[in-house]
């Protein structure tokens, strides 16, 4: 299958439908696996990292659930595309580096990742729009037993299975949820909500993963260890947690609507009318403006437009898709002006066509 | 004539057409005079004040250059009105205070106007749109020597006519022009422009006139002394200086559009954008989102809209402005959603009815 025709779909798992979709807007869960009598990857020499590549390779092709999946190699592709697929979430920012030996199996909706060599040998990662951990922890571990099954996987009956981070170390699971907060931000109660997640052994990270900053008002929660705990266990405390905050934020809109509309009215309004008319614009304020107009569709404004246009758009709009759709070469302003033109095609305000 | 007549035409004069409109707003003369034996209006008693009010509206009755104008006493009517006036520059903040026995008598046109007991006892004020001087000095020539011929004004040989404030002896003039100059503050070249203005005795002043902040772009240049000069002299060294500003914003607005073209086609439309959408605006925000919109008729865009459009809509969104058209009680919020619905009425984003 042809590259582009993977970064076409990259997307597609982004567009249907998920639970609490009005304040979650994906899951993601992955395993870290490793093979034994190998180094872990980032020690591990050229000839034993294509070991690792040809060994889970061999068992992929007779893995009955990961039928169908595409392969790439992330050596062999344009820097462009590497940061396109991690914008998509699909690939790890270590992956993204395209060394040598370093491979990602994508199933046809790009749900399912399974990435080769990255820190640790085998990383299967699941993605899902909305708050759908069980499902998705269940078809994970239906692909993970088949390759522990099959391949010579690292497993201390004391520690569980071994991974090149501790953090990591025995289940290898880390489980994350993407969460759009605007309400939280808007009545700044966004620092005491997140405070309440530190108890339960769980971080908080921006839209663009480790040391990043919050943009668009979306919030990921992921499980800080993954020792000591069940798989289930894991999801489960997760689960609780994003359930609480979902509650706390649809309180806060609801307060935000009936106290302040006029204000929250103004500033959704307002970010409508920049999108429909910028002619440059940057990733960060348009993420911000993006968010307002998300809170939008939850007040009962844009009614032709919905949630899951606008997960997609917010990956969409990220620098490397911008370059790569407009085929553009790097440069700022160029892409800051190939994203206002795709905003402004998007909420078409007639003005915007003088 | 009712006063909601007056406050109705109070912009007429703005709308029409005048000499370098591009750049210039508006120009504005006014000449200070004094009756001989009665003190200053600041100092004067109830009954001199009168006495004052008396004897010029006696004299007014039989001027031929002053028929049918209309009569406001500012002591009764309401704040607002007289905050109205003020923010159309028919009134100066003094007359604004609405003290006892201070009058004004406008042409029906709103371009003339002759306060009584302002700081002097007599004021006669001229507007007129764009860069319009020299015809409007020679207008209130014709009123100030009909009311001398009439009137005992206070004159010294020595010293010209004798004013309440130093700064207006001699000629009692003020020559003030209307700038807008968006290009050189976009360029930063506006503070380096109006050094070029301080040797020719001539003084830097905002919309809102003494002590404002610069606000929408717009500057106000007007002599500094009335003292030790002809009239002419007076007028014409403005005239030189403001052309020379005129040149400048000329050559500051081509480099915008030939180097930042696309720098300043964003701020244009984004201004256009807040403008069409938002729903609460303050004054500050809408004169400078104006500024823009202004420019942006220069550079050819907006072609449903025209300077002279945006010289009276300047003066309509001022606070009182917005308070008495939409007979609303003072407070800030009701004022600035009433402006920003102004603004969205007229700058019609289909997506702003939603």
């Not at 992929?60 to 595409?70: H, L, R, V, W």
């Not at 991690?86 to 060394?99: A, R």
């Not at 399912?112 to 640790?120: L, Q």
């Not at 302040?260 to 920049?274: K, M, N, P, Q, T």
Request: charged residues 25%.
């Amino acid at each position: 299958m042809m590259v582009q025709n993977i970064l076409h779909e990259s997307d597609v798992w982004l567009s249907q439908k998920g639970p609490s979709q009005h304040v979650v807007v994906s899951s993601r869960i992955r395993l870290a696996r490793n093979l034994i009598r190998i180094p872990f990857s980032t020690h591990a020499k050229s000839d034993e990292l294509s070991h690792v590549t040809r060994l889970v390779g061999d068992t992929i092709q007779n893995c009955k659930s990961i039928q169908g999946f595409n392969l790439i190699s992330l050596h062999d592709i344009p820097t462009t595309v590497r940061k396109y697929l991690k914008e998509s979430h699909i690939i790890s920012p270590e992956l993204e580096k395209g060394d040598e030996h370093r491979l990602i199996y994508t199933s046809p909706n790009c749900r399912i990742s399974i990435m080769v060599n990255e820190e640790d040998h085998i990383r299967i990662q699941g993605l899902a729009p909305g708050l759908y951990l069980k499902p998705l922890m269940e078809e994970l571990d239906r692909i993970d037993t088949e390759l522990i099954e099959v391949l010579p996987i690292a497993f201390s009956e004391q520690l569980g299975f071994l991974t090149a981070c501790p953090t990591n170390l025995g289940t290898g699971l880390r489980v994350s949820v993407m969460l759009h907060l605007p309400g939280l931000v808007f009545c700044r109660l966004i620092e005491e909500t997140m405070k309440m997640v530190q108890p339960h052994c769980l971080t908080v990270r921006g839209f663009y993963g480790e040391d990043s900053d919050y943009t668009g008002d979306l919030f990921q929660i992921s499980n800080e260890a993954s020792l000591g705990k069940s798989e289930e266990d894991i999801v489960d405390s997760v689960l609780i947690v994003v359930e609480k905050i979902i509650e706390k934020e649809e309180e806060a809109r609801q307060k935000l609507f009936s106290e302040r509309d006029l204000a929250v009215e103004d500033a959704i309004w307002r970010s409508y009318g920049l999108l429909s008319h910028a002619r440059v614009m940057d990733t960060q304020e348009a993420m911000g403006l993006l968010s307002r107009i998300r809170l939008g569709i939850d007040r009962g404004y844009f009614k032709d437009l919905d949630h899951l246009r606008f997960n997609k758009l917010m990956i969409e709009i990220q620098p490397a898709h911008m370059e790569y759709k407009a085929s553009f070469k790097e440069g700022t302003e160029r892409r800051d002006t190939a994203r206002a033109d795709l905003l402004r095609s998007i909420f078409q305000a007639p003005g915007s066509n003088n």
